[in-house]
Nanobody, 125 residues
Framework: QLQLVESGGGLVQPGGSLRLSCAAS????????IGWFRQAPGKEREGVMC????????NYADSLKGRFTISSDNAKNTVYLQMNSLKPEDTAVYYC??????????????????WGQGTQVTVSS
């Protein structure tokens, strides 16, 4: 059974950092790329970035470059999203999703086959 489980969310003050984890089971990251998405209250889900172990990373939100970094540990079948200098506008539910093959060029949800349940990130003082 293919499954993705996010963890690492929580409450953090502005300027703080969090590292989200996306643990995959039932499939290997060698053949799937993993994307991170987020959905703020009242807004549409938006793509953050994606990583393919063979082909590198794809940024879906240029505004996040420099603050967010995606990485993977294939031995642990886990992908991470390191988030630094967090802002209140980063508050959202963060989801990871798996797409067979390379990262989709666009952050289109239907390009992703499997989704995690999401983890809440709240940036507030």
């Amino acid at each position: 059974q293919l499954q993705l489980v996010e963890s690492g969310g929580g409450l953090v003050q502005p300027g703080g950092s969090l590292r989200l984890s996306c643990a995959a089971s039932g499939f290997t990251l060698d053949y799937y790329s993993i994307g991170w998405f987020r959905q703020a209250p009242g807004k549409e889900r938006e793509g953050v970035m994606c990583i393919s172990s063979r082909l590198g990373t794809t940024n879906y939100a240029d505004s996040l470059k420099g603050r967010f970094t995606i990485s993977s540990d294939n031995a642990k079948n886990t992908v991470y999203l390191q988030m630094n200098s967090l802002k209140p506008e980063d508050t959202a539910v963060y989801y990871c999703a798996a797409s067979y093959g390379s990262c989709p060029r666009e952050a289109v949800m239907y390009e992703y086959d499997y989704w995690g349940q999401g983890t809440q990130v709240t940036v507030s003082s």
